[in-house]
């Protein structure tokens, strides 16, 4: 008799012991899921802000998940790489600071620091955390400023009419516009040495839209430039140079609103860097580089950031060394979004910067247009196929 009961709790009360745990586990389950449907919305965790906490996490977590259930994801798995503890990824989504990355603590902390919160997707020949693009705010006036320039537009010469292969007809389906649109070049503006002030109400950033525009349109793809100067609009709305991208987007949701033609959006700017940093040189000619800057604070930024990113490698492929990579803005200290939410296929594009010329930087726009176009083309005998299918 004293063996059997011995035997019966040996038995029986490790599986009332588990019975327990698992039940109570249930029962803070169903209770949690009632609350967070029950309170008020604004108080309820969204997809968007879930995927904002995980986003910081090392993506070598969730892959260690998926192995534990699919032996195939094993193989993916580096075999040095122990699971990271879990208190420290629990640390990391509460504070945004890993652990074992100082520089995650100090970007919050020291003035400058934010700009190494950008994330280079992609890096282009010489692209590294020490340059990239810099978000200057320069004075409003000192942008308004009246400097004297110089530019020989030799390029509006007529050119012989092509025949084309193919055209969108009397469809525009890129549209183009520049929010920082006097951002001008050191080379053409006599009486400045400071990229700083390297501004100019007409020869500036839109003249590269203007050839990027005619390029495109000899490819057969309808194009439509915007003249707006959004610095006027600043100064008329007394606000500052920082807001730039708040006085363009009225201009942009004007655009998408009326016409339902427009596939691509883009927006042109130069760089604050050196000509060391921002000129590549090809078969003995200059060239501005080229630059995709993704804003990653809203939710489909990833269909921008796989246009960016392709486009990147066909530039590469035909012309390497020539595109200065892609890479995501988000968080504090910058804009993070660009407009880019406005309409998917949206691409802000950096060309150049300060020290290059106008002829420099058409030449990277010949290319530029050339490489979307090839894109865009075949893009859409992939989708005549589909429809057919």
Do not use: C
């Not at 586990?25 to 919305?41: A, D, E, N, Q, R």
């Not at 500036?204 to 707006?228: F, P, Q, R, W, Y």
């Not at 309409?343 to 030449?363: A, H, K, P, T, W």
């Not at 990277?364 to 893009?379: I, K, P, R, T």
């Amino acid at each position: 008799m004293f063996h059997f009961k011995n035997n019966y709790r040996k038995t029986f009360k490790p599986f009332y012991k588990n019975s327990s745990i698992y039940i109570i586990s249930f029962i803070i389950i169903f209770v949690f899921i009632g609350f967070l449907t029950t309170i008020k919305p604004a108080y309820r965790l969204s997809s968007r802000a879930i995927s904002k906490w995980t986003s910081d996490i090392d993506s070598s977590t969730f892959l260690y998940l998926l192995q534990t259930e699919n032996r195939v994801f094993k193989h993916a798995y580096p075999e040095d790489d122990s699971f990271p503890r879990l208190t420290n990824i629990f640390f990391q989504i509460a504070t945004n600071i890993e652990l074992d990355d100082p520089l995650s603590f100090l970007q919050q902390e020291m003035p400058g620091f934010s700009n190494y919160s950008q994330r280079i997707i992609v890096a282009g020949e010489g692209t590294n955390y020490s340059n990239l693009p810099i978000e200057s705010s320069p004075p409003l006036e000192e942008v308004l400023k009246d400097r004297e320039a110089v530019f020989d537009d030799d390029d509006k010469e007529k050119k012989e009419n092509k025949q084309l292969e193919q055209s969108t007809g009397d469809k525009d389906v890129v549209f183009i516009y520049n929010t920082h649109n006097r951002e001008s070049f050191l080379p053409h503006l006599p009486d400045e040495t400071d990229p700083d002030s390297a501004f100019h109400d007409e020869v500036n950033i839109t003249k590269v839209s203007e050839k990027l525009a005619s390029s495109l349109k000899d490819n057969g793809i309808g194009t439509t430039i915007d003249e707006t100067d959004i610095m006027n609009i600043l100064q008329e709305k007394d606000w500052t140079y920082g807001k730039s991208y708040d006085a363009s987007r009225s201009v942009v949701e004007e655009t998408v609103a009326s016409d339902d033609d427009i596939q691509y959006i883009i927006d042109l700017h130069r760089d604050s860097l050196p000509d060391d940093k921002t000129t590549k040189k090809i078969d003995g000619k200059r060239y501005g580089k080229i630059l995709f800057v993704v804003g990653a604070n809203y939710e489909s930024y990833e269909e921008n950031l796989s246009l960016a990113t392709e486009l990147h490698y066909l530039i590469e492929d035909k012309y390497p060394g020539l595109s200065r990579g892609v890479l995501t803005k988000e968080g504090a200290g910058t804009n993070g979004v660009f407009n880019q939410d406005l309409l998917n296929n949206s691409l802000l594009i950096e060309m150049g910067g300060y020290d290059n010329s106008l002829e420099e930087l058409y030449r990277s726009a010949e290319v530029l247009a050339e490489v979307f176009s090839e894109f865009y083309w075949d893009a859409e005998k992939v989708d005549a196929q589909q429809g057919e299918d």
